[in-house]
C-alpha cells in the first residue's frame, strides 16, 4: 500500500522550477516521476500551480509541492498503488475545480505517473508493460529539428519542423537514419551561412527569413543525407496557429503579412504541392478558430493526417466536441495537459474509438524522466514526437525506445506504420 507521498521542487530543461513526486509503498518500493511544462500552452490546459512570489520570477512551485506533501499525501495513504484509476480519482475529487487549479495539475501529475511507477516495480515489470500488456509495437517519431515559433528567438512563425521515418527495419534503423539527416541538416544551415545554435526542443533554430526556407533545408537534408523524401524520411509541421493568430481582426499575422483564414489555408496548401513529403500538420488554426480549422478539415484531412492540439487540450470532453464536428483526424495528446493518467487513458481511448489517430507529446520544457517513451508503447500509440536527437532530456526518450526495442525484440519487435489507426482498449 502507499505509505508515504513526497514532493520537492527540481528544475526543467529551461532552468524552470517544476515538481517531482516519490510515491513511497509500505514494502520501500519507491516510484519517482518528474513533471514537464509547455511554453505555447493551450488555454483550456489544466492549471499548472505557480507561487507567484519574487522568488523565482514567480514560477515557483513550493505550493504544489505542499499539496503534494499534505492533502495528497493525507488522501492517498493505505491504498492500494494498482489501483490507479480509483486514485487519480481521489486526487480529481479532493481538487473539485475543473481544470484543477486547486492543488494543480502538476501536482496531481506528479503523483499519478509516480504512482504507475511504483506500481510496475512492485510487480517487477518494466513500465510499458505494466501500463500495456502485450502486443506492443514501436511507434514512429517525430523529430522537431528547426524550432521557431515560441521556441525560438527567430522570425519563423511556424512552431515547429520535424522529420519522421517512414521506410525502416527497426525503431533502431528509423533512429539512424534521423541522426544522420539532422547531422546534414546541421552542415546545409552552416553552409547557407546561418547560425546553428539550438532550440528548446534540440532543433536548430537559425534565423530563417521563412518557414518555407526551413522546409527547403529540410527537403536539402533529406537528399543529402541520401534518404528519398516521404520514402525513407517525410516531413511534419506543427504551425501551433494560436500564436500568430490575431484575434481582433479575425486573420493572421504570419512572417510579415496578414493573411485570411482561407489565405492561410492555401498558403498551406502550396507547401503542400511544393514538398509532397509532408505528411502531418498540426494547427493549423488558432483554438479559438474552430470553424477554419473544421473547413480545413474537410478540404485536407483525406489527404494528410491534421492533429489537433491546443484546441482540444488532451481534455476528453474537448475531444469530444472535436469528433462531433469533424474536426482534424489525429489528436496531440500531453499528460499535463489534462492532469492524470487515467484522463489521459481515456483521451486516447476516445479518439482512437472514432478512428483518429494519436500522437504523444513531451513538452517543450522537459526533464530526464521518460515516462512519455513507456506510455507511447503501452498505448500502442503509433506516434511520438519528443524532439531532436540532441540534448538529453529529448534523446532518453529515444534512448528508452531503443531499449524497450532490445526487450520486445525477443518475441518479435512490430513497428508503427503511418498512418495506424490500431484499436486500443
Ligand atoms: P509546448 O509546445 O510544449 O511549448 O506547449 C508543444 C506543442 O505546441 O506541441
Ligand atoms: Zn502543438
Given at each position: 500500500y502507499i505509505d508515504q507521498i513526497k514532493a520537492r521542487e527540481i528544475f526543467d530543461s529551461r532552468g524552470n522550477p517544476t515538481v517531482e513526486a516519490d510515491v513511497i509503498l509500505s514494502n520501500g518500493v519507491i516510484g519517482r516521476a518528474e513533471v514537464p511544462s509547455g511554453?505555447?500552452?493551450?488555454?483550456?490546459?489544466a492549471v499548472e500551480l505557480r507561487d507567484n512570489e519574487t522568488r523565482l520570477g514567480g514560477k515557483g512551485v513550493h505550493k504544489a509541492v505542499s499539496n503534494v506533501n499534505n492533502q495528497i499525501n493525507q488522501a492517498l495513504h493505505g491504498l492500494n498503488p494498482f489501483n490507479q484509476a480509483h486514485i487519480d480519482k481521489i486526487m480529481i475529487k479532493l481538487d473539485g475545480t475543473p481544470n484543477k487549479e486547486k492543488l494543480g495539475a502538476n501536482a496531481i501529475l506528479g503523483v499519478s505517473m509516480a504512482t504507475a511507477r511504483a506500481a510496475a516495480q512492485v510487480t517487477h515489470q518494466p513500465l510499458y508493460r505494466y501500463l500495456g500488456g502485450t502486443d506492443l509495437e514501436l511507434p514512429q517519431t517525430f523529430h522537431n529539428v528547426i524550432n521557431g515559433g515560441e521556441?525560438?528567438?527567430?522570425?519563423?512563425?511556424?512552431?515547429e519542423f520535424m522529420i519522421t521515418p517512414v521506410e525502416r527495419s527497426s525503431f533502431r534503423d528509423g533512429f539512424e537514419k534521423i541522426v544522420n539527416t539532422y547531422h546534414t541538416l546541421k552542415k546545409v544551415i552552416e553552409k547557407a551561412g546561418y547560425t546553428t545554435g539550438l532550440g528548446d526542443e534540440g532543433g536548430f533554430a537559425p534565423d530563417l527569413k521563412s518557414s518555407e526556407d526551413a522546409l527547403t533545408m529540410l527537403h536539402t537534408a533529406i537528399i543529402k543525407a541520401r534518404y528519398t523524401p516521404g520514402k525513407e524520411i517525410a516531413i511534419a509541421f506543427d504551425a501551433a496557429a494560436s500564436y500568430f493568430y490575431n484575434k481582433d481582426t479575425k486573420n493572421y499575422d504570419f512572417e510579415g503579412k496578414t493573411y485570411s483564414p482561407a489565405e492561410l489555408g492555401k498558403y498551406y496548401a502550396s507547401l503542400f504541392k511544393k514538398f509532397p513529403e509532408i505528411i502531418s500538420i498540426e494547427?493549423?488554426?488558432?483554438?479559438?478558430?474552430w470553424d477554419n480549422f473544421i473547413t480545413f478539415t474537410k478540404q485536407y484531412g483525406s489527404q494528410i493526417q491534421i492533429v489537433a492540439d491546443d484546441p482540444v487540450c488532451t481534455n476528453p470532453g474537448l475531444i469530444k466536441k472535436a469528433i462531433e464536428n469533424g474536426m482534424a483526424n489525429s489528436i496531440l495528446i500531453k499528460l499535463n495537459q489534462i492532469g492524470t493518467v487515467t484522463e489521459t487513458l481515456e483521451a486516447i481511448r476516445l479518439a482512437r474509438k472514432n478512428g483518429y489517430t494519436t500522437m504523444i507529446s513531451h513538452r517543450s520544457g522537459e526533464t530526464g524522466d521518460t515516462f512519455v517513451a513507456d506510455f507511447t508503447v503501452a498505448t500502442n500509440s503509433a506516434e511520438l514526437k519528443a524532439g531532436a536527437p540532441a540534448r538529453s532530456e529529448r534523446v532518453e526518450k529515444y534512448n528508452q525506445l531503443l531499449r524497450i526495442e532490445e526487450e520486445l525484440g525477443e518475441d518479435g519487435t512490430r513497428l508503427a506504420h503511418f498512418p495506424n489507426n490500431v484499436d486500443f482498449d
Open positions: 511554453a505555447s500552452t493551450g488555454e483550456k490546459e521556441h525560438a528567438d527567430n522570425g519563423i512563425d511556424i512552431q494547427d493549423p488554426y488558432s483554438e479559438d478558430d
